[in-house]
């Protein structure tokens, strides 16, 4: 009997009396609602601020500074998730996101703009993917293994949630302390409150219960984690099942990338308000409760479909949708297609990331699941700035660029026939996996 047919579904109420599920799961929540708290804040500060002016390459150099750094050191950060006790990275980590939040608010106070703010901005974002990863790394140490995607999908749903409400938030508080630098830094500062509660809750964990399941703790700490960025380099294209399933999501995250962009210029140049909804900053909210909502569907209903059609399926017909959704929904620009499309392609991009991150937790060892994870968030960042500065380099101002939708949805062919590709390999090797026994589309050996 398969994996798959011996197992039975388990609800929320299930998962919450696992203590140090519980726990992991109020870690993710409190520091992704600071995570989103945070970047509205200063996409209020830096976009939406009546007293700057942002233009494409603007924002693309932003979205550079704020990203590629990161995306340099993190495979080497990711590789203390595999030799220190995570309990302890994640909580020494979040006291330093929240010192670096007071520091990019007190930026944004003064005026200061380009790389003082950008390089106080991109340390938040950094460590607030290292936690990230330190925390999917560690959810096989506290759910069963046959349970991982129904673990992932109650985290990242509920999780995504409420960095959505942790956004709104911020779009409140900038409504009562002022759109201005001042508000904006205040409301940033907020931001800090979660990383102190994270590190907090994270600090409550039994030393060790997070993994890795061996702690060495080398003297020569530069030479170990290099060494060690080539060996999760390799646990990853060694299985066809994670590096094919990360290369549908990279090309889901080209695309997104061009859409935010798009997105953000309509909203701040083009767009008008339209009855009940709205443009600007208060339209950048909208975007994102569809999105939240498109997160909240996939999450309730990811589990099920892989269990009916199999994770290859399940990723084709995601892609397949996002790609319908780009051209048919993107293309009008208008500002209730606009918000359907942001609901439908990211509910389809998540439905892609949590079998990506089931893929990883599975079929990845303990030992180098850390760098895997940071390697893989070091992918979706890169690909995000090159998407976004490819897009600011051909978009008008006002973001009507019917040639950047079809690209788009281009991305989304190419990532499908990625995947399909790796697939076929994996399946001419004659390895365990996707092609396994195990109708959920994971390997059973």
């Not at 519980?22 to 995570?35: C, E, F, K």
């Amino acid at each position: 009997m398969t994996t798959a047919v011996a197992k039975h579904h388990w609800g929320s109420r299930r998962f919450i009396g696992i203590p140090e599920f519980r726990r992991l799961l109020a870690t993710r929540l409190v520091s992704q609602w600071g995570d989103g708290l945070f970047q509205a804040g200063l996409a209020g500060a830096v976009i939406f601020n009546p007293e700057r002016q942002a233009d494409p390459l603007a924002i693309a150099a932003g979205f550079a500074v704020l990203l590629l750094p990161y995306s340099l050191v993190g495979p080497f950060a990711g590789a203390l998730l595999d030799r220190w006790d995570r309990r302890r990275v994640i909580t020494i980590a979040s006291l330093a996101r929240g010192a670096f939040v007071l520091l990019t608010a007190i930026a944004v106070g003064t005026g200061l703009a380009g790389l003082p703010l950008y390089f106080s901005a991109l340390v938040v974002t950094g460590f607030s993917r290292f936690i990230g990863a330190g925390l999917s790394a560690s959810l096989p140490h506290v759910v069963p293994e046959d349970h991982l995607v129904e673990a992932n999908a109650l985290s990242a749903t509920l999780g995504a949630l409420v960095a959505v409400f942790g956004g709104g938030c911020a779009i409140g508080l900038r409504a009562l302390l002022g759109a201005g630098d001042g508000g904006s830094a205040w409301t940033t500062a907020t931001g800090a409150i979660a990383s102190v509660a994270c590190a907090w809750v994270a600090s409550k964990f039994v030393a060790g219960v997070l993994g890795p399941d061996e702690v060495d703790e080398p003297n020569r700490t530069v030479t170990a984690v290099a060494h060690g960025l080539w060996d999760g380099a390799k646990a990853a294209w060694r299985t066809p099942s994670v590096v094919g399933a990360l290369g549908a999501l990279l090309a889901h995250r080209a695309a997104f990338g061009m859409s935010l962009l798009i997105t953000l210029l309509l909203m701040r140049y083009s767009f008008t308000d339209m009855g009940l909804l709205r443009a600007g900053i208060a339209g950048l909210g909208e975007v994102a409760i569809a999105g939240g909502a498109g997160i909240l569907l996939a999450g309730v209903t990811t589990d099920r479909i892989v269990d009916r059609l199999g994770t290859r399926n399940t990723i084709c017909a995601a892609l397949i949708l996002a790609a319908v959704s780009q051209l048919a929904l993107g293309l009008p620009m208008t500002l209730p297609t606009i918000l359907l499309a942001a609901f439908v392609i990211t509910f389809s991009g998540q439905v892609v990331k949590l079998n990506v991150d089931t893929a990883i937790q599975h079929d990845i060892g303990d030992e180098v699941r850390g760098r895997v994870f940071a390697l893989y968030d070091t992918l979706f960042n890169t690909t995000q700035v090159v998407a976004v500065t490819i897009a600011a380099a051909v978009v008008p101002m006002d973001g009507r660029s019917p040639g950047l939708i079809l690209t788009a949805t281009a991305f989304y062919l190419i990532g499908l026939t990625t995947y399909l590709l790796f697939l076929s390999r994996q399946g001419q090797a004659q390895h365990p996996g996707l092609m396994g026994e195990d109708n959920r589309g994971h390997s059973v050996g």
